[in-house]
Each structure stands twice: as structure tokens, then as C-alpha cells.
């Protein structure tokens, strides 16, 4: 895809992602997506015909992603930052990408009033995962909600993600390694078990840093445990999974 001809603020910058395939506008100080939200769009599998929302969509990467892989999807972004809210939809129109993406300025936890119980078969998210007592809170706004719970918790990503999904719906989250037993035993009283786990380490030979989850709303208590993914080799480059997840 050429380079779009895309109006910027002083505050912005254009950054093609996926080879050219998918340009994201983003703000030079605020919000930047990280390596979490490529990983939560490339560990993520759909089928045909899925429903897919994403909580706290941030400038709208993740759907932009899953929805050039998966072409018969789709897909609405809520976000609680009105002025990224705007951005993720900026970005949707961008990519022509806005007949099939909706992105709502809002909570999650009103999402109730604008749909019915039930009414997504997905759910994605990479959830704040710091308590509101621990590490430093971020000087920018945008990227303190971000990490720390201020507006939204992974209480309340389970509780509405159980509201979205019907039995047998799933949720696809990235969280913290540190917060293994945490995540599922927050999944689990919300009715949501876990069915696949992939701990995912920055180098060889050291400690997880993340894990990938996807866990189904109703479903029996047996899990999958994949192979692990490492992000880089001990030279500092790609490896070469994720470097296909950068080019899916």
C-alpha cells in the first residue's frame, strides 16, 4: 500500500506497520502501542463470521491487524480517552478499514447499554495490569491508564467480557507472567476458564515476561499449554516467529 496522504498534527507521526500493509497514526508523546498489542493480534485466531471487541482499543492497532488476517470478521473498539477513541477511528479510515471496524468513545463497563447480552462471539484486550499502589505512575495520562487500573481493571475486562460472549465465547488477553495465578483465578470467578496458555520470554534463558491466555466463557477445566514464544535472539534481533507475527 502507498503511503496515505493523511493530515498530521504537530503531535503525530505516520508509521507503516506489516510491511506497508497497515500505516498507524500515532502521538509522539502519548499512547504508543508496544510489543504486547502485536502480540495479542498475532496470537489471536478467528473463524469466519466472528464478532470481535476490543477492550480499551487504544489507537486501534490490534484490530487493524486481526482484521487484515481475518478479511470475514468483524470488529468494534471501545475507549474510554476520547481523543484516542477519535484516533483508532482516524486509523480505521485510513486503511479502509471503516466498514468493518466501529470504535466507540466510551467505558466498558457501559457497554451494556449500547449492546444486548451475548452479542460478540471474541473478546480481545491487554489489560492495565498494575494496581493503583504499585511502580511509579507515568507523568502522561494516556499512558498511565494504560498500565495502571485507573479506569478499568482485569475484574472489570472479565465481567464484561462475560457479558459480551455467549457459552462457548472467547476471550484473548496478554498479561504480566508475574500475574499468572492472578489472571486465572480472576478468568475463573467470572466464569471464564482457561483453555490455552503461552508464556512468552524476552530471550533465551530468561524468566517469562508475558503470557497469552484464551479462555472460554462456560468451558470444562482443560488447558493447553503451547511451546513457548521468544521474542528476541541473545543478539537483540527478531526471532523469526515473531517476525512472522509482525508480517501475518
Known sequence: MARPQEPLGPD???DSFGQGRLWVIQKKQGYRFSLDAV???GLT???PQDRVMDLGTGCGIVLLMLAYRFPRCSFVGVEGQPALAALAGRNARLNALEDRIDIIAEHMQHLPHHYP???FTVVVSNPPYRPLASGR?????????ARHELQGSLDLVAQTAKYLLPPGGRLSVIYPAWRLVHLCC????HLLEPKILRLIHSRPGEEARLVWVEARKGGGEELKILPPLTIYHSQGRYTAE????FDQ
Do not use: D
Open 137 to 145: 505512575l507515568n507523568p502522561c495520562p494516556e499512558r498511565a491508564i
Open 45 to 47: 485466531t478467528l473463524r
Open 39 to 41: 502480540l495479542l493480534a
Open 117 to 119: 447480552p451475548e452479542s
Open 186 to 189: 480472576r478468568l475463573r470467578f
Open 12 to 14: 503525530e507521526t505516520l
Open 242 to 245: 515473531m517476525e512472522e507475527l
